[in-house]
């Protein structure tokens, strides 16, 4: 008996070994990647979960991703060659640009959201009743806040209030101060905000909803970027993990539960319920869109680029007008027939 046990024992720390080995002569052979995610490990970022586990290694690519703390981070961490590739909002993108003309910016290789998901609530307490009767009313976010940022081109292009009253505030206090009434209104990415206020009890009468978009703000959302110096040094490297990273995407779409799961395991605490409706409302309103139907997922106009910029530039007050040439660039887009959904 012990003999049989022990020679099981040495096959088995064989095989483990011989595992190991392998498992290590394929990260030799792989390029590396350093990637930086906008955000914590939610539902949205299940395409890229998934793809660090099924099609980046395919593509012999090791992958290490890092969860985020916001666009405007992660940005300038790609930008400082901290790490190779990241995610993050486009319009902080362009003000980053803008701001620091000395500075090469990342470049945007492949748009994840063709919307920007950024939305105000307003508390149904607050008398308001839409984004043109907020004068004088207090609105609150972090400094941060895409939404935030935004708001003077939603005032430009929407039927909004431009005298409301903005509050700083951090991420964890933004549903409990809008549930509590001290502000009368917030800004935050629909699909993290939504579920944010549902977790706390908060009902869908008790507020309201108003997309950007729908006012006509038509910019990008989160876009995959990349290090400039990084990119013209690893072409190669870029176009696989753009290739990789779609194919990952048509498959959360495909089946948002089965990648949902990659969620679950990299962030043991999270609900798997939760996440898979914080995927399915990213991918319903922001990823599967009108537009991305018609022209496939992960499209990049160049004249959709130039044309934000210009209103970014003049509602924002930016210093200086980036090219969209210098922040976005289409070469490592999959085929047209391979973006189609």
Do not use: C
């Not at 940005?75 to 400082?80: D, F, G, L, R, T």
């Amino acid at each position: 008996m012990y003999s049989r046990f022990a020679r099981w024992t040495r096959t088995a720390a064989t095989a483990f070994a011989s595992l190991i080995a392998v498992s290590a002569a394929l990260a030799q052979g792989s390029d590396n990647v350093k990637f930086l995610n906008d955000w914590r490990w939610e539902g949205p970022a299940a395409p890229l979960l998934m793809a660090s586990q099924t099609t980046f290694p395919k593509a012999k690519l090791n992958v290490t991703l890092t969860p985020g703390t916001g666009s405007a981070a992660t940005i300038a961490k790609v930008a400082s060659g901290e790490f190779d590739m990241g995610l993050g909002d486009f319009s902080a993108l362009v003000e980053f640009a803008a701001k620091n003309p000395t500075i090469a910016p990342p470049v945007a290789v492949y748009v994840l959201y063709e919307r920007n998901p950024a939305t105000l609530f307003i508390r149904t307490a607050s008398g308001a009743k839409g984004p043109n009767q907020l004068n004088g009313k207090k609105l609150g976010a972090p400094a941060f806040d895409g939404g935030r940022k935004l708001w003077p081109a939603y005032v430009a292009i929407a039927d909004a209030s431009a005298g409301a009253v903005w509050q700083d505030l951090a991420p964890a206090e933004r549903e409990a101060a809008f549930m509590a009434g001290k502000v009368d209104a917030i800004t935050g990415f629909y699909f993290t905000t939504v579920l944010n206020l549902e977790a706390k009890g908060m009902s869908g009468r008790d507020y309201s909803s108003h997309r950007f978009y729908e006012g006509g703000l038509r910019l990008y959302g989160n876009v995959v970027m990349v290090n400039a110096a990084y990119l013209k040094a690893n072409p190669k490297t870029v176009e696989r993990f753009v290739r990789g990273f779609h194919s990952a995407v048509k498959s959360t779409i495909r089946d948002t539960e089965a990648a949902v799961k990659y969620v679950k395991e990299k962030e043991p605490t999270s609900d798997e319920r939760t996440e898979w409706k914080r995927a399915r409302l990213a991918i319903d309103q922001f990823i599967v869109t009108p537009t991305v139907e018609e022209q496939g997922l992960g499209t990049i106009e160049l004249k959709r680029v130039d044309a934000a910029i210009k209103l970014l530039v003049t509602t924002m007050n930016l210093p200086a007008i980036p090219s969209a040439a210098a922040i976005a660039t289409t070469e490592f887009l999959p085929s047209a027939s391979e973006r189609k959904l």
